[in-house]
């Protein structure tokens, strides 16, 4: 700074003050108002202001101002402009204070042109000294100084004011804040009015505004923030990615430039350019930083190097401070996240220690199960396929005891009235054994509840002598588990501790689970059981059915009954009596009976009435059961010590008892129901196979005498058809002698012979000639039976026809019709054929109503595999009452005067009809006629 000996010390330390506390890097205006300030202290009532050189159109430019003014902004420039066109060429050394226009006018010197001037107005400005002149002109040059060295144009200060600039933008947080601190810097640093930042928000390059720093000047548009579309001409700097920098006259020249059109209310007015892009680290364009109206002059391409890199700063910054506002929302969005899932989790943690709880309750239910699992499951392996119960419960008590610790196993049975110890753990000792074995009442009060309740009752604190076991003091607890199956209780587990005095819930369940185990084994034993005997008896059925059928020795049947039954009990023996002359004999036996003297005992005939074992049942027809054999009842005792269980059963046939079948078995054994189901089924078997083999021998009997009388008949038939044949044959030829001499005597001598002597005579012709036709029709019927069948296809037509031929020709039949129908094929011999038809026939022709012309039809129908023939006649008819009659050979139901014939005809077309497996019968009303039927075989097609 230049000093100058007529402005006050004072003046100057306190400008220097100013100087120093306006020295802010980005606070020039500050700097202006606080010079003005100190010239306006000089000149009491001015008002005062700083102009400055406007770029282009020359007219100045208002930058600070203060005080009441008489004059006009617009008349104000107007004198400033003149004023300082008046000394142009801008002289570098001006006339201090010049006073034009009412106005005193400092220039600033030194700067080469003068671009810039304080003004003051002043009340009566002529009074105004010359050293108050100097001190003014003294202060505005210090100011111009001042001013210069931290206008932008220097060097070292732009670099320190980019380095301060960078700090602050990097300090601050949050995209607007940083926006707004990068527009406040940028038109700070390189010294414009008018600053924006904008960022790129499409591809267009459309920008949104998001931070505007005014100098007072543009004070109408601080808060301005229309955003340009991506068309005008930052578009340029932003697709290129390269900064631009155009005087006021170039913008406007400037292709793109688009004014602001509609928009220029909104916009403040542009005054020169800069703009710089915002690039980002990707080399992606995100916004622009433009600068607008530089304080003084235009643009230089040094303002763009700076601003470059202030936007350098800037960008990465930029995209810092998004990155940070996403990282905030993202932060932000997690936060409500983790709020979101705390309160969840609250929810969440309630419920998993609820269900935790009930899990806890399951997990110990599970295990009780699990306990009883085991238990069952132990039991299972244990017993396998094991059907005998005390074995079972001998299991039982052991799997009990191998998964308790020290306790002693009893199963109970009840017999008599008391509950007695059938099996117990080797532990119990002997005099508890002895007592438990003895028996306990059955109204032992806790063995009652068990009973009651079917359930096992679990004692804490065992009662001994409440419950009739003394010698059980010293258990402390005791479990009673009543063991039933379908077929009612069985038993009683009794489980007892002397370790506690109390069960846990692990060590009921265990008892519980094999308590069921056992019971379920029980049952299946039983079944198993039933099954078996089931299963072998009818096996044993099956076989003695097979064997029974087939026999016919009732023995043998009573030996194979008790052979099935033997098969089906453990040993023993089986013996069958039946009553005879006051004893018990001995039948049938099968198995061996033990001891020499009571096999000789049995074999010399027990006596009826002193052997109950056979008297019983034979008496009661009932069986006798005896599961604890009565010995010596039947024989003396001795004999039978090795005889235990023994069944008598009768053996009835047709209602009668027959005998007494006898079991004995060795081993001591009550008969359950299923041996007594076995053993009446196989007697009642017995019974019935005895009564078929008495049929069937009585059916054999039979049989066999109707085959002898069969026989007998067949022989004595035969004799008679022989002595038929012979007669007739034989008898020929008299009768042929008989009648012809009888007929020659006639023609010869009968004139000689008296009435008396021609009728004997006549007598004895027709006799013979009878005769003859009896023997004829004889020796035809015999030979029906001698003779061998030529059956072939026959045409029965044709066989009708030579008999018609034939019948037609007798006297007496010239005027007969006798007619056919189409008549069929049949299996037949001709001949005998034949013989049917003419007998039938010629029967028709006989048998006719006088003065009745007779008619014969002949007819046959289809029936099955027979053809059924019809021989219909007009003629007497034959009474019902003699259809069975006049088959019957030599049966005729006429007088030889009325009706010659022989009675033999039907007999042999009833011969003749049968022995071609047909069938020949009449149907007749008296007076009207006759229909004689028969059956022939159909010949084949
Ligand atoms: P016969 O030699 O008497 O004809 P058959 O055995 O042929 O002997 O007949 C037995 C009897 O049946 C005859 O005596 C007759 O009374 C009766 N008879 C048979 N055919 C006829 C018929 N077509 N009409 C009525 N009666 C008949």
Redesign the pocket.
Same mark, same amino acid.
């Given at each position: 700074m230049s000093g100058s000996p007529t402005l006050p010390d004072v003046w100057l330390k306190r400008l220097t003050e100013a100087f120093e506390t306006a020295g802010a890097p980005h606070s020039s205006e500050s700097l202006l108002d606080a010079a003005l300030e100190q010239a306006l202290d000089l000149l009491p009532g001015a008002s005062g202001e700083v102009w400055f050189a406007g770029p282009d159109d020359g007219l100045p430019d208002l930058q600070v101002s203060s005080g009441a003014w008489r004059r006009a902004r617009e008349e104000r420039r107007g004198a400033v402009h003149r004023t300082l066109q008046r000394h142009a060429p801008r002289s570098v050394h001006p006339e201090p204070g010049l006073f034009d226009e009412g106005l005193l006018l400092f220039p600033f010197r030194g700067t080469g042109e003068v671009h810039a001037a304080l003004v003051v107005e002043v009340p009566g400005a002529h009074a105004v000294t010359r050293e108050q002149r100097l001190a003014l002109q003294t202060l505005t040059d210090h100011l111009a100084a001042h001013l210069s060295r931290r206008s932008p144009g220097n060097e070292s200060s732009r670099l320190r004011h980019l380095g301060q600039a960078a700090v602050r933008i990097n300090e601050i947080q949050g995209l607007q804040a940083t926006l707004d601190v990068i527009t406040e810097e940028a038109r700070a640093l390189i010294g414009a009015h008018q600053a924006v930042t904008s960022l790129t928000v499409s591809a267009d390059w459309a920008q949104a505004v998001t931070a505007v720093s005014m100098s007072d000047k543009y004070a109408p548009w601080q808060s301005y923030a229309v955003p340009p579309d991506g068309s005008g001409i930052y578009a340029l700097v932003c697709q290129g990615n390269t900064p631009l920098r155009l005087s006021q006259a170039e913008l406007e020249a400037h292709p793109r430039w688009r004014a602001f059109g509609p928009h220029a209310q909104a916009h403040p007015p542009m005054r020169g350019w800069l703009a710089v892009p915002l690039v980002g680290r990707d080399g992606q364009n995100i916004g622009l930083i433009q600068l607008s109206d530089r304080f003084t002059g235009d643009f230089t391409a040094e303002d763009q190097d700076v601003l470059v890199q202030l936007a350098l700063v800037a960008a990465a910054r930029v995209e810092n401070a998004r990155l940070y506002d996403v990282a905030q929302e993202e932060l932000r969005r997690r936060e409500q996240v983790e709020r979101d899932l705390r309160a969840l989790n609250d929810g969440l943690e309630r419920r998993v220690n609820e269900r935790t709880q009930q899990l806890e309750v399951a997990a110990r239910q599970l295990q009780d199960q699990v306990n009883a699992l085991d238990g069952f499951v132990a039991f299972h392996e244990a017993v396998g396929t094991q059907t005998d119960v005390l074995a079972l419960v001998q299991q039982a008590a052991g799997v009990i005891r191998a998964s308790l610790a020290h306790v002693s196993v009893a199963y109970y049975e009840r017999e008599s009235g008391l509950w007695k110890a059938r099996v117990w753990s080797e532990d119990i000792l002997p005099h508890v054994v002895a007592q438990i074995q003895a028996g306990v009442p059955e109204d032992a009060p806790d063995f009652a509840r068990a009973v009651q309740s079917e359930a096992p009752v679990f004692i804490d604190g065992w009662e001994a002598d409440a419950n009739s076991l003394s010698s059980t003091a010293s258990y402390g607890a005791v479990a009673l588990t009543p063991v039933s199956t379908p077929g009612g209780l069985r038993g009683m587990l009794a489980v007892g501790t002397q370790d506690a005095r109390v069960w846990t819930d692990r060590e009921q369940a265990i008892v519980r689970s094999v308590g069921r185990s056992l019971e379920l084994a029980l049952e299946r034993a039983e079944v198993t059981s039933r099954l078996q005997a089931q299963n072998a008896v009818l096996e044993g059925f099956a076989h003695l059915t097979r064997d029974l059928a087939t026999q016919r020795d009732p023995l043998v049947i009573v030996r194979r009954a008790q052979e099935v039954m033997l098969s089906l009990l453990p040993a023993g023996y089986a013996l069958y009596y039946t009553p005879d002359a006051g004893r018990w004999r001995n039948r049938v036996q099968v198995g061996d009976v033990g001891h020499r003297d009571l096999q000789a005992f049995i074999d010399a005939g027990p006596l009826i009435g002193l052997t109950p074992t056979v008297d019983v049942p034979w008496q009661s027809r009932a069986p006798y059961y005896q599961d604890q054999y009565a010995r010596g009842s039947d024989t003396p005792p001795e004999l039978v010590t090795h005889v235990s269980t023994a069944a008598s059963l009768p053996v009835v046939v047709r209602d009668e008892v027959v005998g007494v079948l006898v079991m004995v078995l060795f081993q001591g054994r009550p008969w359950t129901s299923t041996d007594r189901v076995v053993l009446e089924t196989v007697v009642g078997s017995l019974g019935l196979a005895l009564e078929r083999a008495e049929s069937v021998a009585l059916l054999a009997q039979r049989t066999e005498q109707l085959e002898s009388s069969n026989a007998e008949l067949a022989r004595s038939n035969a004799e008679l058809e022989q002595f038929a044949y012979v007669a007739s044959h034989d008898l020929q030829a008299p009768i042929r002698a008989v009648t012809s001499f009888a007929s020659m005597i006639s023609r010869r001598n009968g004139e000689q012979l008296d009435e008396r002597g021609q009728l004997y005579l006549r007598h004895i012709i027709d006799s013979g000639e009878h005769m003859k036709n009896l023997v004829d029709d004889l020796l035809a019927f015999s030979r029906l039976h001698t003779q061998q069948l030529a059956v072939q296809p026959v045409d029965s037509r044709r066989v009708f026809d030579t008999v018609l031929h034939r019948l037609s020709a007798v006297p007496g039949n010239e005027q007969a019709q006798i007619t056919r129908t189409d008549l069929p094929l049949v299996l037949a011999d001709r001949q005998q054929l034949d013989q049917l038809l003419q007998?039938l026939i010629g029967? /028709?022709l006989? *048998?006719r109503r006088a003065d009745v012309l007779p008619r014969v039809h002949v007819s046959a129908e289809a029936d099955g595999r027979m053809w059924r023939f019809a021989v219909k006649?007009n $003629? =007497? @008819? =034959?009474d019902p009452r003699y259809f069975d009659k =006049?088959f019957v050979i030599f049966?005729?139901?006429?007088g030889r005067d009325v *009706?010659e014939?022989? $009675? =033999? @005809?039907?007999?042999v077309c009833k011969k003749i009809v049968e022995r071609h497996g047909g069938r020949l019968w009449v149907e007749s009303t008296p007076g009207e006629g /006759?229909t004689f039927y028969f059956t022939l075989p159909q010949a084949p097609a």
């Open positions: 007998n029967n /028709s006989k *048998y006649d $003629g =007497i @008819g =034959i =006049i049966q005729r139901l006429h *009706y014939g022989t $009675g =033999i @005809g039907l007999a /006759s």
